[in-house]
């Protein structure tokens, strides 16, 4: 067998004349934004939590996604124990479709903050009743965030409210800017 029957042909991709030649280079568009204006299936906004023992305070959000017609996903993760699941599914939150991030978590509740700092997209925090202190250590992991990782922070055990103001950023986004 010769080199060509083994190797399929390599498709050739003509190279820019030098500027001034009358031929303009094409240009990409930046990956992150490269299929904002693609209609697909892909769920809008990521709900993602610390435990299995969060879901059913954090069905609220979902439940009024579906209301509105807007598509999301559900994920266990933890912030803690989990801590590189967090990081890549942040870093590809953008490129697979999302556009808001729901994290909800108790005790520390690190998940909101380790969200955000590993995504540009808006990150919603809801902070989890715990079994001691009546939550107040969750709502005030998320509600102090450091300069520079923001973080939008619901009541405790607000993840209705949480899917709410997920729909309204999806609709400010869809909208567009007003005139």
Do not use: W
Request: net charge negative.
């Amino acid at each position: 067998m010769t080199q060509s029957e083994a190797d399929p042909p390599i498709p050739q991709v003509p190279i820019p004349e030098r500027p001034g030649s009358g031929v303009e280079a094409a240009t990409m568009p930046d990956p992150e934004h490269a299929f904002d204006d693609m209609e697909t299936d892909a769920p809008q906004v990521g709900i993602i939590m610390g435990s299995t023992s969060d879901e059913e305070r954090m069905a609220a959000a979902g439940e009024v996604l579906a209301e509105a017609g807007i598509r999301y996903e559900v994920r266990v993760m933890s912030a803690h124990r989990t801590p590189d699941v967090v990081a890549d599914y942040c870093k590809a939150a953008q490129m697979r479709g999302l556009r808001v991030i729901i994290a909800g978590a108790g005790m520390s509740a690190a998940l909101p903050g380790v969200a955000a700092a590993h995504t540009s997209l808006p990150v919603i925090g809801v902070p989890i009743l715990g079994k001691s202190l009546g939550g107040m250590d969750s709502l005030f992991a998320v509600a102090q965030m450091p300069p520079g990782v923001p973080v939008a922070c619901m009541a405790i055990d607000g993840a209705k409210n949480a899917g709410l103001y997920a729909a309204r950023i999806i609709g400010l986004l869809d909208r567009g800017p007003r005139d």
